[in-house]
């Protein structure tokens, strides 16, 4: 039984704890370099390639270290792990500020991708200790709006602030340094275990009763962090390439509008089912899709940024019906490696396709490149509508013939009590 007293303890660890905006600064941090790729273009004349490959080594390292430390905060406390990660990614940042060439950008974003690994585990691990309810949904929003936040800043300081390529570095730092302080005070909200070699191996499975649903994902969960890869490395290069460089800062602004209709989609669908989220975020996407390419094609970017939206709402619900309807499938001893592999599935798809996509830009140009992303998003996702909705016809059958045979065995009985 909770008493007044655990409640009034609880709330007093969750309003002490900087976890949720540390969190938040993350995300928002590992999206600042987005609007200023471009203008890193520019200063130092790469290729879209190197773009995408400087893009990459951020997911890869953090996926990278998910696998491996994703874990370690059970061990040796969420607090020793956050502040590991802050210092890891003070220093990626003292990195940008200085960095005189690609091959500092390269390093800086090799450690970020690192430091970001390890905050995510475990703030969210962190979030959830001091509320399951409230830490589940904090998780979710932390990961949109500080992508969300870090785009539009940064690119509105690259467009009206002075020395475009270090003052958000700079703020970003402070904050950085300020959330480090509080968190050396902040309660440790894990009961640690002794560590052991164990640990750190590992941990990758799909349980047998979550392989259906896992694979009927699939398709939905490969397309939104494509489409998610593709925004924070090639955007704002687009939208540049249609609309000018004068306008390049709303490549921030793309994202921003991405994310916000993923936020809005989250907060809205998390009264539904999961297989009507995923069913209606999929239809959306698709329709935001088609939108995407239309306002590319057109050299409309108000367009484009109105599709983002669209895009960004079927974004948010279908991740939420993906995530839905695997997750729960899971044995409590399960999940962590079922999520292990969901999240290296998508980060692989965050990456690789990005990679890809530089190197076809590279042959083809941007926009013919972007065609044929979108296409292949398309048919990820239209491939994915038809697995939910035989997947939710399969589920109504197994229901009514589960409720035939209870309606039959209540009739033969009462045939026999007469």
């Known amino acids: 039984m909770t008493t007044s007293s655990d409640r009034s303890s609880s709330w007093v660890r969750r309003s002490r ?48 270290t ?51 690994g390890l905050a995510t585990t475990s703030l969210g691990a962190a979030l959830l200790d001091l509320d399951r309810e409230r830490g589940a949904l904090i998780n979710a929003l932390a990961t949109i709006a500080g992508t969300a936040f870090g785009a539009v800043s940064s690119g509105l300081l690259a ?51 979550a392989r259906s649903a896992f694979f009927a994902v699939t398709p939905v969960n490969l397309a939104l962090w494509a489409l998610l890869g593709f925004y924070l490395a090639l955007m704002p290069s ?29 907060l809205v669908m998390r009264r539904y089912p999961a297989a009507s989220a ?17 306002g590319a094609n057109l050299t409309s970017p108000a367009l484009l940024l109105a ?21 729960p499938l899971a044995e409590p001893h399960e999940r962590g490696a079922l999520m292990a592999a969901f999240y290296i599935e998508g980060y692989l798809a965050y990456a690789l396709p990005a990679i890809a996509a530089g190197f076809l830009a590279q042959q083809v140009g941007l926009l013919e490149t972007a065609n044929l992303f979108g296409v292949a998003l398309i048919l990820l996702v239209g491939i994915a509508l038809i697995l939910a909705l035989a997947q939710r016809r399969d589920v109504n059958r197994r229901t009514a013939s589960v409720q035939f045979a209870a309606c039959r065995t209540k009739v033969g009985l009462d045939r026999e009590l007469t």
């Open 159 to 209: 467009l009206y602030a002075p020395a475009p390529l270090h003052l958000g570095y700079i703020l970003l730092l402070a904050c950085f340094i300020l959330q480090t302080i509080r968190t050396v005070y902040a309660p440790e909200t894990a009961a640690m275990r002794p560590a052991y070699g164990g640990s750190l191996k590992p941990m990758i499975a799909v349980p047998a009763q």
């Open 238 to 266: 687009l939208i540049g390439t249609i609309a000018g460089p004068a306008a390049a800062w709303m490549g921030g602004l793309a994202v921003a509008a991405l994310m916000a209709g993923a936020a809005a989609a989250i």
């Open 307 to 327: 599709s983002s939206a669209l895009a960004g709402i079927g974004f948010g619900a279908a991740y939420f019906g993906a995530l839905g309807s695997v997750a």
């Open 66 to 116: 998910l696998l491996v430390f994703g874990s370690i905060s059970d061990r040796l406390g969420r607090r020793s792990v956050v502040l590991a990660a802050l210092a890891l990614e003070v220093v990626a940042l003292l990195l940008f500020l200085v960095a005189p060439d690609v091959e500092w950008l390269l390093v800086a974003r090799l450690i970020q991708g690192i430091a970001t």
């Open 278 to 294: 995923l069913i209606f975020g999929s239809g959306a996407l698709m329709v935001g899709l088609l939108g995407i390419l239309a």
């Open 17 to 64: 704890s900087p976890h949720a905006v540390t969190l938040v600064l993350f995300l928002a941090a590992a999206s600042v370099p987005t609007p200023l790729y471009r203008l890193y273009q520019q200063e130092w004349a790469f290729s879209p390639l190197m773009l995408t490959v400087i893009f990459a080594i951020y997911a890869l390292a953090l996926l990278a």
